[in-house]
Nanobody, 126 residues
Framework: VQLQASGGGLVQPGGSLRLSCAAS????????IVWFRQTPGRERQGVSC????????YYADSVKGRLTISRDNAKNTVNLQMNSLKPEDTAVYYC????????????????????WGQGTLVTVSS
């Protein structure tokens, strides 16, 4: 029973990456899914979530318009399409599941976090 995040890498500013969060041993259907990111010395930040209750998508102010979260039910996977990447997007990105998610003061929050993926590094640099 685990989450596996993948898809990170090195990309130039303005470029794109697609992260994936694959679940094994359980179905993502009944969970809210959140993508977090963290850089050394800073608090973990929720950047995007897919709600379990209404299927709504929420984005942190810092990424709105550039990131898109989506679910692939057939693969039991949630993807994060990242476009127009900036150097400040450089971070380790984690996926996690919980009971629900919401936007609070411009940041995504996950309630009753249950499982976490291991993280995938995104580096935006020329």
């Amino acid at each position: 029973v685990q989450l596996q995040a993948s898809g990170g890498g090195l990309v130039q500013p303005g470029g794109s990456l697609r992260l994936s969060c694959a679940a094994s041993g359980f179905s993502l259907d009944y969970y809210a899914i959140v993508w977090f990111r963290q850089t050394p010395g800073r608090e973990r930040q929720g950047v995007s979530c897919l709600s379990s209750t209404d299927g709504n998508r929420y984005y942190a102010d810092s990424v709105k318009g550039r990131l898109t979260i989506s679910r692939d039910n057939a693969k039991n996977t949630v993807n994060l399409q990242m476009n127009s990447l900036k150097p400040e997007d450089t971070a380790v990105y984690y996926c996690a599941v919980g009971s629900n998610c919401a936007i609070v003061h411009g940041t995504v929050h996950l309630y009753d976090a249950d499982r976490w993926g291991q993280g995938t590094l995104v580096t935006v640099s020329s």
